[in-house]
């Protein structure tokens, strides 16, 4: 099946800082979304992004279906967007999204 | 709208007891999805429905049951409750049609689910 591997896996900024996240497919992937966990555990919709660029405020995303790999772009940090990040695709017959393990984000004020 | 909501929140179960968790969403999407998300890790797919009155099994589902009797709820057994399935639980839903590619994932909030 389909591999999805995130980086890094740890990430400590401190606030204001700017990050890249990266999520790579070993193979073609449609549907990719971004979510973040916020550390209630909740899931949050951030990116529904097959292919592209989006921008949300200080969030973006772009996606490159091709060369199997998609960014997510954090600017200006702030202690709220602590939490965990993941990507996901639909790499199955059944529409399920297959999750990287996620990159753990810490921002210190 | 509500979105997908999830009843319990928490949940702690003894070896052996059985429960049921439900899901519902009323965005009136075709496809719905349990997950479980284990420490350190990403979700895994349970069961899958692509519509009311289908199911499918996923990439774990050994130890669940699953119904779909109607579009907007989607309910999740535990036959014999093992400390295995100690694990927080997610339900989803997405539009999936034939006529289109759109297939964005929304989830409910998670179970917490403990088993001793």
């Known amino acids: 099946g389909i591999q999805v591997e995130q980086s890094p896996p740890d990430l400590i900024l401190q606030e204001g800082a700017n990050s890249t996240l990266r999520c790579n497919f070993s193979?073609?992937?449609?549907?990719l979304q971004w979510f973040h966990q916020n550390p209630w555990g909740q899931l949050i919709n951030l990116f529904y992004?097959?292919?592209g660029t989006k921008q949300n405020g200080r969030l973006s995303a772009t996606t490159v279906a091709t060369e199997r790999y998609s960014l997510l772009y954090i600017s200006s940090s702030q202690t709220t967007d602590s939490g965990v990040y993941f990507c996901a695709g639909r790499g199955g017959s059944q529409g399920n999204l297959i999750f990287g393990k996620g990159t753990k984000l810490s921002v210190k004020p | 709208n509500a979105g997908v909501t999830q009843t319990p929140k928490f949940q702690v179960l003894k070896t052996g007891q059985s429960m049921t968790l439900q899901c519902a969403q009323d965005m009136n999407h075709n496809s719905m999805y349990w997950y479980r998300q284990d420490p350190g890790m990403g979700l895994r797919l349970i069961y899958y429905s692509a519509s009311e009155g289908t199911t499918d099994k996923g990439e774990v589902p050994d130890g669940y049951n699953v119904s779909r009797l109607k579009k907007q709820n989607f309910l999740l057994g535990l036959e014999s409750a093992a400390p295995s399935q100690t694990s927080v639980y997610f339900c989803?839903?997405?539009?999936?049609?034939?006529?289109?590619?759109?297939?964005?994932?929304?989830f409910g909030p998670g179970t917490r689910l403990t088993v001793l």
């Open positions: 193979d073609s992937v449609n549907n």
């Open positions: 992004i097959p292919s």
């Open positions: 989803a839903s997405s539009p999936r049609t034939r006529l289109s590619s759109y297939n964005e994932q929304f």
